[in-house]
Every structure is written in structure tokens, then in C-alpha cells.
């Protein structure tokens, strides 16, 4: 089921994203993120010297100072700040001038597009994120990195998908994700973009996948325009299907490009880019306005359709194809490039006899204008037990070019000859490129284990359970199934910025202990509903990426973890790659359970306000304050100002403390403000109510 079967609504556009950027240490290692604090050994060692006592005036300045940079790629001038420092991390999808839009509907599997005389086309589709506090307008969707200077830990914050038109939001429909859910993102593919026309630059060669779940119930809504489309009234019908949980989008994004505002349009180069944003920066706070943000804008197109039993609610299921090869790509004006596809999803329809392919993150574009790389014909091979190989279909390229990947986002139908359905369900499916000799660009994991939480934060102390979801083929699995749990570490490790590959964790540098999996193995023995669940605790703060590694039991013995995994796949030898890997991005929070006895022993000590002030800034505001400055400019807080803190206190306790840990209000929008730290928040709290009466006892009972 899921995307992958009919009906299917599809939309194209543009994506916004406004990530702060001078916490990811990408030129100038501004942030400790392993203890959530600025890289106070880095800010001495500049000029002037910065410290905790003279960051406030200082650090801002330096950060929006242009330096000097030389890379790999080129040498420059651009501030520590980098390109977005007044950055609130939003993401929408629409940007200054254009809107995301329903682009077609798909009733049935053979059928037409639908697109002339249904309202449901040209309507506007969005993401938003939960309303204020005492409000009811939404906030924006919330970009957060588990691991703030890495490139694969990304998750996509969001209450709901809406689609309407100028008017009326949810005109159409509105859709809720569940509470504690979010968007995960998966298939990052460094190479998804081969850039021959050298336009694209940072993430703009990247793409990713992303996927959320709606439930059926009272937050998913048909709008008053629902009646007049029947695109919508099928989905709307289908959702009333036995089996059916709710509504799933999924999404591509890529080409990601920057500097795209008009006061950029005649800089040449990056120092003239950043030479004219710290222009404009300068100009801003002089004249006492909000800094301009300077948000990246990315290409995207996406699909929506039905969430049913057994699929996880944010990564793509089905039959999963991952690449085995890289292969040579001949490109604009007799250039080539060697590189891997991206992986693909799968799910063979047995009545209607068609295969449905998702490659909305596999075939690679050229360069800038979006045009697809020519792999000429795709042939759809199934392996069947005895090794027989039999050509089920072949995608021609203007089935997966440009055109027809924007229309339908991707996705292919393949219609099948009766006799092939049972193969297919019984075999392996591989893709194959025959541009000049034939060659396996995708093979099917017979038995894939996947996360539903991508992303996880665990405190000092705390035990996470995970939920890991095993498919044989793309179903529920049939035999029993080991999970083999191998941690990995970036490499350099932090606060180096952007690690290039994970390194296998040893015993003496294992940032998290697995609980109840002997030698990091779990079992799935009995099918069930095709899960087990596993259980961790932090040995100390840091990043570790747990990767799955499922094997049948018996024969052959399994293949053990490799001992590096790679961004990109380079040889036969190093398959598992950031692109292809299953695996869930873990935050070690810092560990400060001591830091609310530290401030109640000082208050013990020397019940003074001031020095109360002192240490709460110090050891829980100041970074924010001076690395996220877009709350003070664009939100109002100072987080700097004693008496700004103390007269929003309550309102800071609710957004640091009392909301969800996934609300896209929720502070900070890092998610790296310790347990520790948070109750240091409300123990201040309690001492400003009290109006500074409360003894050391009366704040923590059996001091």
C-alpha cells in the first residue's frame, strides 16, 4: 500500500529552510556540541580573545566580521556566522515567489492524470507547526540536526499538512501528524546532483527523502471544497479502506540553492555573496530592524497517499533496492561522472498485475537546470531461487527523466505479464543499467530492519526504548530474524565539523550500552507485527549512530559490521553508505544532573539574586542568546537582560519545559538543553515567584 498504491495526489514547488548556521562548526569551531557549549578554547585563541566574561559584546561582532577561508573547494572571505546566522530554523513550503502546488491525481494505476476542470489542482500545499501558546494561528514546520555539525541526522518538525487555496488554508484539507511524531529524512545522497555546470554549491548537490503519517480521527479533515473535486473525494474513500491508519506524504527534496533573494542577483562570487549579507546585516541592526535571514530555497515534489498497517509512519517502506554500483554517467558537453544511484522503494499489486517503483531520490540530475543524467534503458530484473533472471519490464529514459519525474513525483508503474506477479513476490528485484555493458545499479535487501525514530535524544540517566521494524521482502518476515546493533561515531570526532564517515565504536569509546541485546544482537523469533524493541542508556554525552544489520538465521554466517561506513558508495567493498544504511541518529545529552544541586548549593551559600542571575546565564542562557540571536530579534527575548528573563519567566518554562519535546515551539529549537539544565530553569523560576524567599531546602528537598 502506502504511497506506492492508488490513489495518489501529487504536488511540486519550492521549499524554504532557515536553519541557524553558526553552530555547525563548519569553518570556525564556534560550539562544544557535545557539551552544548561554545568552543570556549577556540574563542580565546582569537583576535581580540573571547571569553565568557566579554562574549556578550564581543562574539557577535566577530561573528558577523568577514575572514578568510580556504578549503578544498576554493578560498574566500565570509563571517563565522556563515550564510543564515539570524536563522529561526523554519521550513515552508513556498518561498518569496512561489507556492508548492498540486500538480495531478492518480485514481487508478492505468489511469490518466487528473489535472483540467478538478479545483484540487493549482491548490496550495503546506506544512505548518503548532500554534503559540495562547494562540491559534500555527508556527512554521522546525528543521533540527540531532547532531548540530553533521549532514545525516536531519528531522523535520511539523504538526500538519494543510491544502487550500489563497483564501483558506485547509480549504481542502486538513492533517495532523501524531503527537511525538515528526518528518524523518533518509536517502541523503551527496551525489544527487553531479553539478556539471559547477552552479550548485554547500548542500545544493544533496537530496533527501522525507515521510510523515496523518492518522485517521478528528484531526484529519476534508475542507468545504472537498465535495467539488473527485481527486479528493477518491482519497477520501480509500481512506475508509479495511486496513487503512491515515494519510502519508512523502517528499524529495534538492537543488538546494542560496543567495537566492534579489539583493544577491548581481554578486559574482561567495565573498561578494557575504560581503554584501554582512552589508545588509550591519545596515539592519543600525537601523534598529530585524536582520535580514537569508534562507536556502529547494526544489521539491512529493506525493500523498494512504498510511495502512505495518508501515512505519516516517521512513519509506516496501521492498527495499539499495545500490551495489557506481556506474559511468555521461553528462552536458562530453563530461562524465562515475556515481551510484540512490536507493528505491518497491511493491508489486498482485490483482491489478503492476510494480510500482518509487525513485523519487534515485536517478542523479546533470546540473543546475534539473535535467536527468541519461542512463539510457533501466531493465527490471527478478532473481528467482534457483538464480534464474528474468526482465520483467524496462524504463525507457523518458520514464524517468525530468518531465515525468516532477509529474508523478518519482514513482513508476510497471505493468506486469500474469505469469511474472508470482515471481516477483517470491523473488528478488534488481535494477539494472545497460548504457554500455550491463550492470546491478539496485539489488533488493532481502530482509531490511528499520527505525521508527530516526532521531532520538537520550538524557544522562535515562533509558530510550526503540522500536526496530523487520520485513522480509517487504512483509512481514517468515523466518526468524537477527538484528545486529553496531554504533557508530563521527569520524573526526567532534566539534570537527561534518564528519566524512562513521567509525565502528569500541568498548573504551561506545557512547551508548544496549540493554538486554547480548552481544549487540536482537531476535525477532515470533512474526507478531514484525518488531522488537530495543533499549539503551548514554555512558557519556556524544553522537552515536546506531546502523542495523538483519540477517536470517542459519546459514550463511553473517557478514560482520563494517568498520567505517562512508558517505558515498566507492567500490564493491564499501557498500554501506550514509545514502543506503538503516540506521537512527542518537544525542548522548550532556551530562548536567548535577547542575541543579551546583545552584542550589550557591544559593545555600550566598542567597544573592544577582549571583543566582550569574549562574543561570552562564550555564544555561548565554549560548542561546549568542548563537540563536533570532529570538531576541525576531521574538523579543533577551535572553542577556536579567530583567527580560525574570518578566517572561513563566512564558520560557513553558516553552523550554512543559511542551512537547517535537512542538516546533519548543526551546531551544536545537532540542540540546539538557534535563539538567531545564530544572535550573525552573528552580530560578521558583525563586523569582517567591520573590527570592525560598531557602536552599525549600528548592531542593534533602539538600
Same mark, same amino acid.
Request: aromatic letters at 8%; charged letters at 20%.
Given at each position: 500500500?502506502?504511497?506506492?498504491?492508488?490513489?495518489?495526489?501529487?504536488?511540486?514547488?519550492?521549499?524554504?529552510?532557515?536553519?541557524?548556521?553558526?553552530?555547525?562548526?563548519?569553518?570556525?569551531?564556534?560550539?562544544?556540541?557535545?557539551?552544548?557549549?561554545?568552543?570556549?578554547?577556540?574563542?580565546?585563541s582569537? =583576535?581580540?580573545?573571547?571569553?565568557?566574561?566579554?562574549?556578550?559584546?564581543?562574539?557577535?561582532?566577530?561573528?558577523?566580521?568577514?575572514?578568510?577561508?580556504?578549503?578544498?573547494?576554493?578560498?574566500?572571505?565570509?563571517?563565522?556566522?556563515?550564510?543564515?546566522?539570524?536563522?529561526?530554523?523554519?521550513?515552508?513550503?513556498?518561498?518569496?515567489?512561489?507556492?508548492?502546488?498540486?500538480?495531478?491525481?492518480?485514481?487508478?494505476?492505468?489511469?490518466?492524470?487528473?489535472?483540467?476542470?478538478?479545483?484540487?489542482?493549482?491548490?496550495?500545499?503546506?506544512?505548518?507547526?503548532?500554534?503559540?501558546?495562547?494562540?491559534?494561528?500555527?508556527?512554521?514546520?522546525?528543521?533540527?540536526d540531532?547532531?548540530?555539525?553533521?549532514?545525516?541526522?536531519?528531522?523535520?518538525?511539523?504538526?500538519?499538512?494543510?491544502?487550500?487555496?489563497?483564501? $483558506?488554508?485547509?480549504?481542502?484539507?486538513?492533517?495532523?501528524?501524531?503527537?511525538?511524531?515528526?518528518?524523518?529524512?533518509?536517502?541523503?545522497?551527496?551525489?544527487?546532483? #553531479?553539478?556539471?555546470?559547477?552552479?550548485?554549491?554547500?548542500?545544493?548537490?544533496?537530496?533527501?527523502?522525507?515521510?510523515?503519517?496523518?492518522?485517521?480521527?478528528?484531526?484529519?479533515?476534508?475542507?468545504r471544497m472537498?465535495?467539488? $473535486?473527485?481527486? #479528493?473525494?477518491?482519497?477520501?474513500?480509500?481512506?475508509?479502506?479495511?486496513?487503512?491508519?491515515?494519510?502519508?506524504?512523502?517528499?524529495?527534496?534538492?537543488?538546494?540553492?542560496y543567495?537566492?533573494?534579489?539583493?544577491?542577483?548581481? /554578486?559574482?562570487?561567495?565573498?561578494?555573496?557575504?560581503?554584501?549579507?554582512?552589508?545588509?546585516?550591519?545596515?539592519?541592526?543600525?537601523?534598529?530592524?530585524?536582520?535580514?535571514?537569508?534562507?536556502?530555497?529547494s526544489?521539491?515534489?512529493?506525493?500523498?497517499?494512504?498510511?495502512?498497517?505495518?508501515?512505519?509512519?516516517?521512513?519509506?517502506?516496501?521492498?527495499?533496492?539499495?545500490?551495489?554500483?557506481?556506474?559511468?554517467?555521461?553528462l552536458?558537453?562530453?563530461?562524465?561522472?562515475?556515481?551510484?544511484?540512490?536507493?528505491?522503494?518497491?511493491?508489486? =499489486?498482485?490483482?491489478?498485475?503492476?510494480?510500482?517503483?518509487?525513485?523519487?531520490?534515485?536517478?542523479?540530475? /546533470?546540473?543546475?537546470?534539473?535535467?536527468?543524467?541519461?542512463?539510457?534503458?533501466?531493465?527490471?530484473?527478478?532473481?528467482?531461487?534457483?538464480?534464474?533472471?528474468?526482465?520483467?519490464?524496462?524504463?525507457?529514459?523518458?520514464?524517468?527523466?525530468?518531465?515525468?519525474?516532477?509529474?508523478?513525483?518519482?514513482?513508476?508503474?510497471?505493468?506486469?505479464?500474469?505469469?511474472? %506477479?508470482?515471481?516477483?513476490?517470491?523473488?528478488? #528485484?534488481?535494477?539494472?543499467?545497460?548504457?554500455?555493458?550491463?550492470?546491478?545499479?539496485?539489488?533488493?535487501?532481502?530482509?531490511?530492519?528499520?527505525?521508527? $525514530?530516526? /532521531?532520538?535524544?537520550?538524557?544522562?540517566?535515562?533509558?530510550?526504548?526503540?522500536?526496530?521494524?523487520?520485513?522480509?521482502?517487504?512483509a512481514?518476515?517468515?523466518?526468524?530474524? =537477527?538484528?545486529?546493533?553496531?554504533?557508530?561515531?563521527?569520524?573526526?570526532?567532534?566539534?570537527c565539523?561534518?564528519?566524512?564517515?562513521?567509525?565502528?565504536?569500541?568498548?573504551?569509546?561506545?557512547?551508548?550500552?544496549?540493554?538486554?541485546?547480548?552481544?549487540?544482537?536482537?531476535?525477532?523469533?515470533?512474526?507478531?507485527?514484525?518488531?522488537?524493541?530495543?533499549?539503551?542508556?548514554?555512558?557519556?554525552p556524544?553522537?552515536?549512530?546506531?546502523?542495523?544489520?538483519?540477517?536470517?538465521?542459519?546459514?550463511?554466517?553473517?557478514?560482520?559490521?563494517?568498520?567505517?561506513?562512508?558517505?558515498?558508495?566507492?567500490?564493491?567493498t =564499501?557498500?554501506?553508505?550514509?545514502?543506503?544504511?538503516?540506521?537512527?541518529?542518537?544525542?548522548?545529552?550532556?551530562?548536567?544532573n548535577?547542575?541543579?544541586?551546583?545552584?542550589?548549593?550557591?544559593?545555600?551559600?550566598?542567597?544573592?539574586?544577582?549571583?543566582?542571575?550569574?549562574?543561570?546565564?552562564?550555564?544555561?542562557?548565554?549560548?542561546?542568546?549568542?548563537?540563536?540571536?533570532?529570538?531576541?530579534?525576531?521574538?523579543?527575548?533577551?535572553?542577556?537582560?536579567?530583567r527580560?528573563?525574570e518578566?517572561?519567566?513563566?512564558?520560557?518554562?513553558?516553552?523550554t519545559?512543559?511542551?512537547?519535546?517535537?512542538?516546533?515551539?519548543?526551546?531551544?529549537?536545537?532540542?540540546?538543553?539538557?534535563?539538567?539544565?531545564?530544572?535550573?530553569?525552573?528552580?530560578?523560576?521558583?525563586? %523569582?515567584?517567591?520573590?527570592?524567599?525560598?531557602?536552599?531546602?525549600?528548592?531542593?528537598?534533602? #539538600?
Open positions: 500500500m502506502s504511497v506506492l498504491s492508488v490513489p495518489r495526489i501529487y504536488f511540486k514547488g519550492q521549499a524554504s529552510w532557515n536553519p541557524a548556521t553558526a553552530n555547525n562548526n563548519d569553518q570556525w569551531m564556534t560550539f562544544d556540541t557535545v557539551k552544548a557549549e561554545l568552543d570556549w578554547g577556540f574563542l580565546g582569537q =583576535h581580540p580573545p573571547i571569553s565568557a566574561e566579554n562574549a556578550g559584546a564581543r562574539f557577535p561582532l566577530w561573528a558577523r566580521t568577514l575572514q578568510h577561508y580556504s578549503g578544498p573547494d576554493g578560498r574566500w572571505y565570509q563571517p563565522p556566522a556563515e550564510w543564515n546566522y539570524y536563522g529561526g530554523n523554519e521550513v515552508a513550503l513556498h518561498t518569496r515567489r512561489t507556492q508548492t502546488m498540486v500538480t495531478g491525481a492518480q485514481l487508478t494505476y492505468g489511469g490518466t492524470d487528473r489535472a483540467d476542470g478538478d479545483p484540487l489542482i493549482g491548490s496550495y500545499v503546506e506544512i505548518v507547526g503548532d500554534p503559540y501558546p495562547g494562540t491559534t494561528f500555527p508556527t512554521a514546520a522546525r528543521l533540527v540531532v547532531n548540530p555539525n553533521s549532514f545525516w541526522s536531519t528531522c523535520l518538525l511539523l504538526r500538519s499538512l494543510q491544502i487550500g487555496d489563497e483564501r $483558506s488554508p485547509t480549504a481542502f484539507l486538513h492533517a495532523d501528524v501524531a503527537p511525538g511524531a515528526y518528518m524523518g529524512s533518509q536517502w541523503l545522497n551527496l551525489r544527487r546532483n #553531479l553539478n556539471a555546470d559547477h552552479q550548485l554549491e554547500i548542500a545544493g548537490v544533496g537530496g533527501s527523502v522525507m515521510q510523515a503519517c496523518m492518522p485517521k480521527g478528528d484531526s484529519l479533515r476534508f475542507g472537498c465535495d467539488r $473535486s473527485p481527486s #479528493l473525494q477518491g482519497l477520501a474513500a480509500a481512506l475508509r479502506r479495511p486496513g487503512v491508519k491515515g494519510l502519508m506524504v512523502r517528499l524529495s527534496a534538492y537543488m538546494t540553492r543567495f537566492t533573494a534579489e539583493e544577491f542577483a548581481d /554578486c559574482k562570487g561567495k565573498t561578494e555573496k557575504y560581503t554584501r549579507l554582512v552589508q545588509l546585516w550591519d545596515a539592519d541592526l543600525h537601523s534598529g530592524r530585524a536582520p535580514t535571514q537569508n534562507p536556502a530555497v526544489s521539491v515534489v512529493g506525493t500523498i497517499g494512504l498510511w495502512c498497517d505495518g508501515e512505519l509512519a516516517s521512513s519509506a517502506g516496501g521492498r527495499y533496492l539499495a545500490p551495489m554500483a557506481r556506474i559511468a554517467m555521461s552536458p558537453e562530453g563530461q562524465t561522472a562515475d556515481a551510484a544511484l540512490g536507493p528505491a522503494v518497491a511493491e508489486v =499489486h498482485q490483482e491489478e498485475a503492476v510494480l510500482s517503483l518509487d525513485m523519487g531520490g534515485t536517478v542523479p540530475e /546533470c546540473d543546475s537546470s534539473g535535467r536527468k543524467v541519461d542512463l539510457g534503458p533501466l531493465e527490471v530484473v527478478v532473481v528467482e531461487g534457483s538464480g534464474r533472471a528474468t526482465t520483467v519490464a524496462t524504463l525507457a529514459p523518458e520514464d524517468y527523466d525530468r518531465a515525468r519525474y516532477e509529474k508523478r513525483a518519482g514513482i513508476v508503474d510497471v505493468d506486469l505479464r500474469d505469469d511474472d %506477479v508470482p515471481k516477483i513476490v517470491n523473488g528478488t #528485484l534488481r535494477l539494472v543499467a545497460r548504457a554500455s555493458e550491463a550492470v546491478v545499479a539496485l539489488e533488493e535487501m532481502s530482509v531490511t530492519a528499520e527505525a521508527e $525514530s530516526r /532521531c532520538v535524544w537520550v538524557e544522562e540517566g535515562e533509558v530510550v526504548g526503540l522500536r526496530v521494524h523487520v520485513r522480509q521482502n517487504g512481514l518476515p517468515t523466518d526468524t530474524v =537477527h538484528v545486529r546493533l553496531a554504533q557508530y561515531l563521527p569520524d573526526p570526532p567532534p566539534p565539523p561534518n564528519p566524512q564517515s562513521w567509525v565502528l565504536a569500541s568498548r573504551e569509546t561506545a557512547v551508548l550500552a544496549f540493554l538486554g541485546a547480548p552481544d549487540d544482537v536482537v531476535t525477532l523469533a515470533e512474526p507478531g507485527d514484525g518488531s522488537v524493541e530495543i533499549r539503551f542508556r548514554s555512558l557519556r556524544g553522537f552515536a549512530t546506531i546502523a542495523f544489520f538483519p540477517h536470517r538465521d542459519g546459514p550463511p554466517p553473517p557478514v560482520p559490521p563494517p568498520s567505517r561506513v562512508l558517505p558515498m558508495l566507492l567500490d564493491q =564499501h557498500r554501506v553508505t550514509m545514502t543506503s544504511a538503516s540506521f537512527c541518529s542518537v544525542r548522548a545529552m550532556p551530562f548536567d548535577d547542575l541543579p544541586r551546583r545552584f542550589a548549593r550557591q544559593w545555600e551559600e550566598r542567597p544573592d539574586p544577582s549571583a543566582a542571575w550569574d549562574f543561570v546565564y552562564k550555564n544555561v542562557l548565554a549560548l542561546y542568546q549568542l548563537l540563536y540571536p533570532a529570538m531576541l530579534h525576531f521574538g523579543g527575548l533577551d535572553l542577556g537582560d536579567r527580560a528573563v518578566r517572561n519567566i513563566n512564558r520560557i518554562l513553558e516553552l519545559c512543559e511542551v512537547e519535546p517535537t512542538s516546533t515551539v519548543r526551546m531551544p529549537v536545537t532540542r540540546d538543553l539538557s534535563a539538567g539544565k531545564r530544572a535550573v530553569l525552573r528552580l530560578y523560576a521558583q525563586l %523569582v515567584r517567591s520573590d527570592w524567599q525560598l531557602t536552599a531546602l525549600e528548592l531542593v528537598p534533602g #539538600l
